[in-house]
C-alpha cells in the first residue's frame, strides 16, 4: 500500500533551520510530485510547495521564498523539506503530500511536528 | 492573492444532511477537493474534480462546485463524521485552502 512516512519531532532555536523527510513506498515515486504543507497549531492547512520528482521542478509559495528549499533522492525515494532562518511562526506540524493524478492530495505522511522556541 | 471562504462551524443531527460552504471568486471554473481532519491525524481527501468520490470514501459524501461556490454534502451524517472540513483549490500553480470548518455532530 502506498506510505508516506516522515522524520520525527524537531526542536529548534529561533535562527536555525529545519529539514524534514518523507520516505515514500508502494507507487513509482518519479511518476508524482510531492507537496509540503504545514499547520500551525489550532489553525488550518498551509502549502508551502511542491517538487515534481521526474525533473525537480519546483514552486515555492511566495511568503516562503528565499527560506524553503525542497530536494528528493530517488535512490531512496525520499523527499526533503528545508526551512531556515526559523522564528516561532514556524511552529507548527509540518505534512508531505503526494499530489495524485487528479490534482489533490491522496496520501499524506503522518506529520512531523516542529517547534521553534528559545 | 486568491482566497477560499468556509463558515468557521456547522452542526448537524445524526442521520441528517450537512452541507459546508466554500466560497471564492469564480471559484467554479476550478476543479475544489475537499478533505477531512480528525484530531491528532492527518488530512484525508474525500471529494475531488468537485465531485468524484476516492476509492475508501461513502458514498454519503458528495460534491458540487458552481459560480463561486463548491459545496461538501453529507448524508444521514453519523458521529464518525466529526471532523474539520478543508477546501482547495489551485489558483496560478498554487494550492489554496480554505480555512476549515468544524463539522459537530450532535
Known amino acids: 500500500q502506498i506510505q508516506l512516512v516522515q522524520s520525527g519531532v524537531e526542536v529548534k532555536k529561533p535562527g536555525a533551520s529545519v529539514n524534514v523527510s518523507c520516505k515514500a513506498s508502494?507507487?513509482?515515486?518519479?511518476?508524482?510530485?510531492i507537496s509540503w504543507l504545514r499547520q500551525a497549531p489550532g489553525q488550518g492547512l498551509e502549502w508551502m510547495g511542491w517538487?515534481?520528482?521526474?525533473?525537480?521542478?519546483?514552486i515555492y509559495a511566495q511568503r516562503l521564498q528565499g527560506r524553503i528549499t525542497m530536494t528528493t533522492d530517488t535512490s531512496t525515494n525520499t523527499a526533503y523539506v528545508e526551512l531556515t532562518s526559523l522564528t516561532s511562526d514556524d511552529t507548527a506540524v509540518y505534512y508531505c503530500?503526494?499530489?495524485?493524478?487528479?490534482?489533490?492530495?491522496?496520501?499524506w505522511g503522518q506529520g512531523t511536528v516542529v517547534t521553534v522556541s528559545s | 492573492s486568491y482566497e477560499l471562504t468556509q463558515p468557521p462551524s456547522v452542526s448537524v443531527s445524526p442521520g441528517q444532511t450537512a452541507s459546508i460552504t466554500c466560497s471564492g471568486d469564480?471559484?467554479?471554473?476550478?476543479?475544489a477537493s475537499w478533505y477531512h481532519q480528525k484530531p491528532g491525524q492527518s488530512p484525508v481527501l474525500v471529494i475531488y474534480h468537485d465531485n468524484k468520490r476516492p476509492s475508501g470514501i461513502p458514498e454519503r459524501f458528495s460534491g458540487s462546485n458552481s459560480g463561486n461556490t463548491a459545496t461538501l454534502t453529507i448524508s444521514g451524517t453519523q458521529a464518525m463524521d466529526e471532523a474539520d472540513y478543508f477546501c482547495q483549490a489551485w489558483d496560478s500553480s498554487t494550492a489554496v485552502f480554505g480555512g476549515g470548518t468544524k463539522l459537530t455532530v450532535l
Open positions: 508502494g507507487y513509482t515515486f518519479t511518476s508524482y510530485g
Open positions: 517538487i515534481r520528482v521526474s525533473d525537480v521542478y519546483t
Open positions: 503530500a503526494r499530489r495524485g493524478t487528479m490534482d489533490a492530495f491522496d496520501h
Open positions: 469564480r471559484l467554479g471554473d476550478k476543479y
